[in-house]
């Protein structure tokens, strides 16, 4: 079974940094591009970054393009978001999310969703 954890959310000043970890298992980790998401209170969930399976080249929604960093350590099974410089606009709950082969932004392409973990940034 696939399992996606996320962890390392919580509550930031604006300005500060958090790193968000996802350990994902049940899946053969180095043939699917990872993504992260979010979706705060009456929105819908949109794109935050991704990086893809092969090459492990990056993608991020514009908004955190220079503050927000996609990484991957395939030998630990586990995709990381470090986000810095963040705004109360961050705050929202963070999804990782997988997807088998494919190199994609499109939420409704990814698979496999881990619980969330919740990001607040006060200002």
């Known amino acids: 079974q696939v399992q996606l954890v996320e962890s390392g959310g919580g509550l930031v000043q604006a300005g500060g940094s958090l790193r968000l970890s996802c350990a994902a298992s049940g899946l053969t980790f180095a043939t699917y591009t990872m993504g992260w998401f979010r979706q705060a209170p009456g929105k819908e969930r949109e794109f935050v970054s991704a990086?893809?399976?092969?090459?492990?080249?990056?993608y991020y929604e514009d908004s955190v393009k220079g503050r927000f960093t996609i990484s991957r350590d395939n030998a630990k099974n586990t995709v990381y978001l470090q986000m810095n410089s963040l705004k109360p606009e961050d705050t929202a709950v963070y999804y990782c999310?997988?997807?088998?082969?494919?190199?994609?932004?499109?939420?409704?392409?990814?698979?496999?969703w881990g619980q969330g973990t919740q990001v607040t940034v006060s200002s």
């Open positions: 999310a997988a997807v088998w082969t494919k190199v994609t932004t499109k939420v409704d392409e990814y698979r496999y």
């Open positions: 990086i893809a399976w092969v090459g492990s080249s990056t």
